[in-house]
């Protein structure tokens, strides 16, 4: 194994704090990945890995190795990147993060075209409503919706998503149609809970220009964006969701907007990806198409440029 890839070997490692995740990772048996840490550290005489039964971490040494090994290593790839784009011959692997509704009815849809113009680039999609830690799970980036607050990471602003209360014809026909804000407490939500405070979140409605909020008795509780529609769909109670996760169900005459003369405010949402790393040019390339799609299916972003959150 050359120097690069014995430093490639070394900064996986670091990041997934894991041999076996590593190797895993690189598609390498575990003993290459082994090897190539015990020549790394013969050669620099210094040791580079904390190893225990329970996890991998750099040791001080370790720490200033791996720093330099991820700004050499970026170089690299941007040079190589480089020449390859001018030769439309772009390539390499991006795994992004998202939620499964966002990945099944707006970025899986349009792959196509992405994969017509840069066919050498593939993308791997993880879906789930968890926040994945990008760096330790080894994932380029991620997209979120709501306020991100998490540290330590690079945050671009992307158009907001419109948002609708709805809920099941067949709900409707049972219990009426509310009208007011005030007509709620004679109606049931589906709640969805906070993973962080694990209490459900109210129902936001914008009525005269100022955010009201809803707490709703239910009897469903959720934690899962997808059995979230599911509830609703089921009869359960009113939701609130991005305007795009209805337009199906709506069509097809199983959900209804209810109270749309206070919808409530556009869902936040951003792409992030870790700031300690630079952006090889294929995520870069990847994220700018990400936000293109995003900007033509809501609209036009607050706020464009990256910034530190």
């Not at 050499?72 to 772009?90: I, M, P, R, S």
């Not at 998202?98 to 994969?115: D, K, Q, S, T």
């Not at 809501?298 to 440029?305: L, M, N, R, S």
Request: proline share 7%; glycine share 6%.
């Amino acid at each position: 194994m050359d120097r690069f890839d014995a430093m490639r070997v070394f900064t996986r490692i670091v990041e997934l704090g894991s041999f076996t995740k590593a190797a895993t990772d690189l598609g390498l048996p575990r003993a290459t990945v082994t090897l190539a840490v015990q020549q790394l550290e013969a050669r620099l005489g210094a040791r580079l890995l904390h190893r225990t039964t329970r996890e991998v971490s750099a040791t001080p040494e370790g720490q200033l190795y791996y720093r330099r090994c991820t700004r050499v290593l970026a170089e690299v790839e941007d040079a190589e990147a480089e020449l390859a784009q001018g030769a439309g011959k772009l390539r390499g692997k991006v795994r992004i993060h998202m939620v499964a509704g966002m990945a099944a009815h707006v970025v899986i849809p349009a792959l196509p075209e992405f994969h017509e113009r840069y066919p050498r680039i593939d993308v791997e999609v993880g879906t789930g409503d968890r926040a994945v830690d990008l760096t330790r799970e080894g994932v380029d980036c991620a997209l979120r919706a709501g306020v991100v607050d998490t540290p330590h990471l690079v945050v671009r602003r992307l158009a907001p998503m419109p948002q609708a209360t709805c809920a099941s014809t067949l709900y409707l026909a049972r219990r009426g149609e509310p009208h007011s804000l005030e007509s709620l407490d004679r109606h049931w939500a589906v709640n969805y809970v906070q993973a962080t405070t694990g209490k459900p979140y109210p129902l936001d409605f914008v009525v005269r220009g100022e955010l009201k909020q809803v707490t709703m008795n239910g009897v469903l509780t959720v934690m899962d964006s997808e059995a979230y529609v599911s509830g609703c769909l089921a009869h359960f109670g009113l939701i609130q969701v991005p305007a795009y996760r209805l337009e199906t169900p709506m069509a097809e005459g199983r959900l209804r907007e209810v109270l749309a003369n206070t919808r409530p405010p556009p869902l936040p949402l951003a792409l992030v990806h870790p700031y300690q790393r630079k952006v090889p040019p294929r995520v870069r390339l990847f994220m700018d198409w990400i936000a293109a799609l995003c900007s033509k299916q809501f609209g036009t972003a607050a706020e464009d440029a990256p910034a530190e959150d």
